[in-house]
């Protein structure tokens, strides 16, 4: 009856295919409830990166109402989306990597296409280091679109057969007949 997904669309590659596989699992009058990161997540990274030519840090990730489009493609009802930005905060370069190293990868098809050696690494260290936003008592922003959502999987629709016609005269009486 329920189906909840935690910080995991972002990850995926085919989220329409996903939500549909998901929509046949759900119960009629089921629920679906969804967090995933948005657009402006690692936007201070993002810009660190177009200064020294470097590309993308990550893929771009789904807008939130992307989300409620894609939920009424996957048969979804009455989306609600909702996002927060969340700042965390780092005591270090190296802290702030190994975090985002274990929040997941970049699909990013433009990204960098080989391994990067020491030298870059102490290159993106350095720069994080030496511009990224800090809080007074000096520890390394990093922001984070936190997307939000749910919807309930509607009772199925008839489907008219495609052979079947209605005339106009049909039609007028049936509007007709709405109206009293």
């Given amino acids: 009856g329920m189906l909840w997904a935690n910080m995991?669309?972002?990850?995926?590659?085919?989220?329409?295919?996903?939500?549909?596989?998901?929509?046949?699992?759900?119960?009629?009058?089921?629920?679906?409830?969804?967090s995933c990161l948005g657009p402006d997540s690692l936007s201070e990274l993002r810009v660190l990166y177009r200064q020294r030519g470097w590309g993308?840090?990550?893929?771009?990730?789904?807008?939130?109402?992307d989300w409620g489009?894609?939920?009424v493609r996957a048969g979804f009802a009455e989306p609600v989306v909702d996002m927060?930005?969340?700042?965390?905060?780092?005591?270090?370069?190296?802290?702030?990597?190994?975090?985002?190293?274990?929040?997941?990868?970049n699909f990013n098809r433009d990204r960098f296409p080989g391994l990067?050696?020491?030298?870059?690494?102490?290159?993106?260290i350095e720069?994080?280091?030496?511009?990224?936003?800090?809080?007074?008592?000096?520890?390394?922003q990093l922001g984070f679109?936190?997307?939000?959502?749910?919807a309930f999987k509607p009772e199925p629709r008839l489907k008219a057969a495609p052979e079947q016609s209605v005339s106009?005269?049909?039609?007028?009486d049936m509007l007709r007949s709405s109206r009293r």
Avoid: C, K
């Fill in 84 to 105: 927060e930005r969340i700042t965390l905060t780092y005591s270090s370069a190296e802290a702030m990597l190994d975090e985002l190293r274990l929040l997941g990868r």
């Fill in 8 to 34: 995991l669309l972002h990850r995926e590659t085919r989220p329409l295919a996903l939500l549909q596989r998901w929509n046949q699992h759900i119960d009629t009058d089921g629920f679906l409830m969804f």
């Fill in 69 to 71: 489009d894609l939920l």
């Fill in 116 to 124: 990067r050696g020491r030298s870059w690494r102490r290159q993106l």
């Fill in 127 to 140: 720069a994080i280091e030496g511009t990224m936003p800090r809080t007074p008592d000096g520890r390394i």
């Fill in 145 to 150: 679109e936190v997307i939000y959502g749910h």
């Fill in 168 to 172: 106009v005269a049909a039609m007028r």
């Fill in 56 to 65: 993308e840090p990550t893929h771009g990730f789904v807008d939130m109402h």
